[in-house]
């Protein structure tokens, strides 16, 4: 690593030499952002028990058929899509914390418009909504979680993201097998609501306070997050000016990784999986797959529950013993 590296990659705020931050919030303040994968993950499952409850419905009560039911499954790609580009512009204009919390609202709101439906298009309407506030909470909580964690609990609390994305899948399907769509929809809300109260009760990120001059009030979130703020270093002046430049592609531990990271998710999502997620109860249906003695129980949901359990394991580990202790590879 060359001088001008180690300099970039200097934080901006950081403990002593040898001292280890004892601040116990910050595990608060990362569970308050990860409610935000959580109801991603919970978005995307919820189409799949949803559909087949849809079809069942009775009039007055909204009921899909085969174009319909398509559309309501892969719509919330449409709005993640648009939510990312919003969530993009929102973390250096507003905020990471603001923007967290502005996701929460078309998370309720979507859940909400599917819980009161009266016909296909509120449906659709509902789903978009939600689909835009996963884009944007998949792009803004991985962000919020890295910059207040401290080095030896980053990997870790970067690990929570992924790990609640699947747990959010998990409850979809889970709670599907006892809840009709409306009252699945209702739980929905539920995360959301919970992450805006919690994320009240945590700082901007010290990081982005810095970038805004802010260095009072960086140094209380340091309190609060990371412990007394007596024993912390002052960051090198200009360091909150740090920025990424086109130029610094050309270094290869820069486009490397950025090279291996866009590979990944191509491949991920040229997998199509995602469409399994979408559909999973109904693909089971079709197939005529109703029981297995070897899928745990007695219905669909168990075998998505067995797969969704084994991504968490394997990727875990991976993201955990990442060579930066940081990041893992998504």
């Known amino acids: 690593m060359t001088p001008e590296d180690q300099e970039e990659t200097q934080p901006l705020l950081r403990p002593l030499s040898g001292s280890v931050p004892r601040g116990r919030r910050v595990f608060l303040a990362a569970f308050a952002a990860a409610l935000g994968p959580l109801s991603f993950g919970f978005a995307l499952g919820y189409s799949s028990p949803a559909i087949p409850s849809l079809r069942r419905a009775a009039p007055p009560a909204p009921r899909l058929d085969d174009a319909a039911a398509s559309w309501f499954g892969a719509i919330v790609t449409l709005g993640a899509a648009a939510g990312g580009v919003l969530g993009g512009w929102l973390v250096d204009r507003a905020g990471r914390k603001l923007s967290l919390l502005f996701c929460t609202v078309p998370f309720v709101t979507g859940f909400a418009v599917i819980t009161a439906s009266q016909d296909v298009w509120m449906l659709l309407g509902g ?179 067995r797969s969704s359990l084994w991504t968490s394991r394997a990727w875990l580990p991976a993201s955990v013993s990442s060579p930066t202790g940081s990041w893992p590879f998504w």
Do not use: D
């Not at 959301?192 to 700082?203: A, E, G, H, K, Y």
């Open 127 to 305: 789903r978009l909504l939600t689909g835009l506030a996963c884009g944007i909470a998949s792009l803004v909580a991985p962000v919020y979680i890295s910059e207040i964690a401290y080095p030896e609990v980053r990997g870790l609390l970067g690990s929570c993201v992924q790990l609640m994305v699947v747990i959010g899948i998990l409850l979809a399907y889970l709670a599907g097998w006892v809840l009709e769509w409306r009252w699945l929809a209702v739980l929905g809300c539920v995360p959301p609501s919970f992450m805006l109260l919690l994320m009240c009760c945590v700082p901007e990120t010290p990081r982005f306070l810095l970038t805004q001059h802010k260095r009072q009030e960086a140094l209380a979130a340091m309190q609060f997050l990371w412990g007394p703020e007596q024993g912390w270093e002052e960051p090198p002046v200009g360091a909150e000016h740090q920025g990424f430049q086109l130029a610094q592609l050309r270094r290869p531990g820069i486009y490397k990784p950025f090279a291996i990271g866009i590979s990944l998710m191509v491949f991920q999502q040229l997998s199509g999986i995602n469409a399994v997620m979408f559909y999973a109860e109904t693909i089971f249906e079709e197939a005529k797959f109703k029981a297995s003695l070897w899928a745990g129980g007695p219905s669909p949901g168990s075998s998505c529950l």
